[in-house]
């Protein structure tokens, strides 16, 4: 209930256009401390924060040395002015530079920032200025807007690490990138994402929304991940198989409309079956392009959703095994299909 409960929260969010989810600094540092070395000599972009209030500004400023970074930019959406925070900034959007400097003003006050001419959303002319100057974006980007903040990132090629919902995996411009190895789940996924800091007018939805120390009122929807296509350790990682289909073909039933098995948990894909496999989309985030291949999602041969039986299981990737693959067309391994 708790969990139906938070989903509808970010639904009611994403169908009013209103984003207002702000990322914990808890968050912040649980996920970057992992592209530490990626950081040297760049220069980031948080397009979607009020420096004065955004702690993805605050995790750069505080770190901005050890990280080694050229200069730090966040850029703020003017309706960013309303009910959250309360904080007054005029009609225009505004952004604010930190370069390390001695002396420099880490969390700025009004005098400090710039205006833009315009409203500062992420589209204008005026922050896409601002991102061809940038090398890396970090921010928590609006959730009804996630598919069009990916592709602009994509149009000027910039390295990128954002949260979005679990089910923007599944828009197909997102899966394509990640079917194309061009962009892939960070290490943090679901309850790894503690929760969101909301304005006053959202409903503390569920057992696991509260009130922190400092007064915050958080909510915790378990159903978000960051999308990044700067290397990281777990996608190196091989998916340890334990199982075998071979004897067991009961546990694998095939798809009605696609030559492939269905495997209803990542665990519990087979260690010998080089064919087609539908696995559930979080095996997303255990995915080794090394290990396996993409082949397409959801669909079948004739293009309708993947069933067994006449009935259709919760959506499904369609995988294979490279390795096995590979020894298969050696004549090493039998062909599963046969």
Same mark, same amino acid.
């Given at each position: 209930? /708790? ?19 702000? @990322?914990? +600094? ?48 966040? /850029? ?25 400097? *001695? ?7 009004? @005098? ?18 601002? &991102? ?12 009804? &807007? ?14 990128? &690490? ?22 892939? +789940? ?5 309850? =790894? ?15 696991? /929304? ?14 978000? &991940? ?13 998916? *340890?198989? @334990?199982?075998?289909?071979? =004897? ?18 990542? *665990? ?55 390795? +096995? ?14």
């Amino acid at each position: 209930m /708790a969990r139906n409960a938070t989903n509808k929260l970010l639904q009611k969010a994403k169908k009013s256009k209103s984003d207002e989810f702000y @990322t914990q +600094l808890c968050d912040i540092e649980s996920e970057l401390q992992y592209y530490k070395n990626h950081f040297k000599d760049k220069v980031v972009f948080c397009n979607c924060d009020d420096a004065r209030i955004s702690n993805f500004f605050k995790y750069f400023s505080s770190n901005f040395k050890e990280l080694g970074l050229k200069k730090l930019i966040a /850029a703020c959406y003017q309706e960013q002015k309303k009910e959250l925070f309360n904080t007054e900034n005029g009609e225009n959007g505004f952004f604010y530079e930190y370069t390390g400097t *001695e002396g420099e003003i880490k969390h700025p006050g009004s @005098t400090d920032i710039v205006y833009f001419n315009g409203d500062g959303d992420f589209r204008s002319p005026e922050s896409v200025e601002l &991102l061809k100057q940038s090398d890396i974006v970090v921010t928590n980007p609006p959730f009804s &807007l996630f598919r069009e903040f990916v592709g602009q990132l994509v149009k000027y090629d910039k390295k990128y &690490l954002i949260i979005g919902n679990i089910n923007a995996i599944t828009y197909k411009e997102i899966f394509k990138l990640i079917k194309e190895n061009k962009a892939w +789940l960070g290490i943090n996924l679901g309850r =790894g994402v503690s929760g969101f800091i909301v304005p006053e007018h959202y409903e503390l939805y569920g057992t696991e /929304a509260r009130i922190d120390s400092s007064g915050n009122r958080i909510v915790s929807p378990n159903n978000c &991940l960051w999308l990044t296509n700067i290397d990281n350790f777990k996608r190196h990682e091989d998916i *340890e198989l @334990t199982k075998k289909y071979f =004897g067991n073909e009961a546990e694998y039933p095939k798809y009605d409309n696609y030559d492939g098995i269905n495997v209803d948990k990542t *665990e519990y894909i087979p260690l010998d079956y080089d064919g087609y496999m539908g696995v559930p989309i979080t095996f997303l985030h255990k995915f080794n392009p090394d290990q396996f291949e993409i082949i397409k999602f959801r669909k079948g041969s004739d293009d309708k959703d993947l069933s067994i039986g006449g009935k259709c299981p919760y959506f499904r990737i369609l995988i294979r095994n490279k390795r +096995l693959q590979n020894k298969s067309l050696n004549g090493s391994v039998n062909n599963s299909r046969q």
